[in-house]
């Protein structure tokens, strides 16, 4: 069991920047993939960017170069530095864990954190 609490969000002019944080409990974090994902009203949540317990990252080719996924496994937390942000950035941003295990998924979401840009 892995409890996740989205941090970071709120209100931003385009151009601007946010920091998200994604802090984990409950198990060992370093052996989660962790990912960033995204919901906009009238939309279908939507990947933004992953990356695993080794590092390699993945992005969203929407958020390629603005954003940065990173993790700190002491510290149980990961990151999205969110730059040159967009109103179409807006949306409810989700942290997501998981991990597989013989073929079992095993997948924990956190409840999302508001970012809008607007100006």
């Known amino acids: 069991q892995v409890r996740l609490a989205e941090s970071g969000g709120g209100l931003v002019q385009p151009g601007g920047s946010l920091r998200l944080s994604c802090a984990a409990s409950g198990s060992i974090f370093s052996m989660y993939n962790m990912g960033w994902y995204r919901q906009a009203p009238g939309k279908q949540r939507e990947l933004v960017a992953t990356?695993?317990?080794?590092?390699?990252?993945n992005y969203a080719d929407s958020v390629k170069g603005r954003f940065t996924i990173s993790r700190d496994n002491p510290k149980n937390t990961v990151y999205l530095q969110m730059n040159s942000l967009k109103p179409e950035d807006t949306a409810v941003y989700y942290c997501?864990?998981?991990?597989?295990?013989?073929?079992?998924?095993?997948?924990?979401w956190g409840q999302g954190t508001q970012v809008t840009v607007s100006s």
């Open positions: 990356i695993t317990g080794g590092g390699t990252t």
């Open positions: 997501k864990a998981e991990r597989v295990d013989r073929r079992t998924t095993y997948a924990y």
